[in-house]
């Protein structure tokens, strides 16, 4: 990519200078390939602006948070491995979205599930697959 030059009067009416300089990182965590915005910025390791995280990755080293959604399931899993209405053995991690049940597995939910799960309050407390993206069914 060709890097335009830089004209002053450009930069007097830019608000936001130390994002836009249009240029493509690669997070060296997750290799997701962006331009940085307010939203995803990045966080750059060491002197090397172009090595560093995007602002999930940082985030979920940080703060040891998952940032991702819950995972739509597998066709008829609901039933069949996440054993929905059966009580204990109903999986712990189904979730309810927006669009049905969902894994709850690798999701921003399933630290909450887990903690859930070791203080004896979840209802459901099957662990009945891989969780995404496999969704193997535990035996
Ligand atoms: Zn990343």
């Not at 830019?14 to 994002?19: A, F, G, K, R």
């Not at 995280?53 to 991702?68: H, L, P, Q």
């Not at 049905?100 to 209802?123: H, N, P, W, Y």
Request: proline share 5%; net charge neutral; glycine share 10%.
């Amino acid at each position: 990519m060709n890097r335009i030059h830089h004209n002053k009067e450009i930069l007097v009416t830019d608000q936001n200078p130390t994002s836009t300089s249009g240029e493509e990182v690669t997070c060296r965590v997750c290799h997701a390939t962006y331009v940085p915005d307010f939203i995803n910025d990045f966080y750059a390791d060491g002197a090397d602006p172009k090595v560093g995280r995007c602002e999930r990755c940082m985030m979920s080293e940080a703060f040891g948070v998952n940032t991702k959604s819950p995972h739509a399931l597998p066709k008829d899993y609901e039933n069949s491995v996440c054993k929905i209405g059966k009580g204990a053995a109903t999986c712990a991690f189904l979730t309810m979205g927006a669009g049905g049940f969902q894994c709850g597995k690798d999701s921003t939910v399933e630290k909450a599930i887990r903690e859930r799960l070791a203080e004896g309050t979840m209802r459901s407390k099957g662990d009945n697959c891989s969780g995404a993206p496999n969704f193997t069914p535990s035996t």
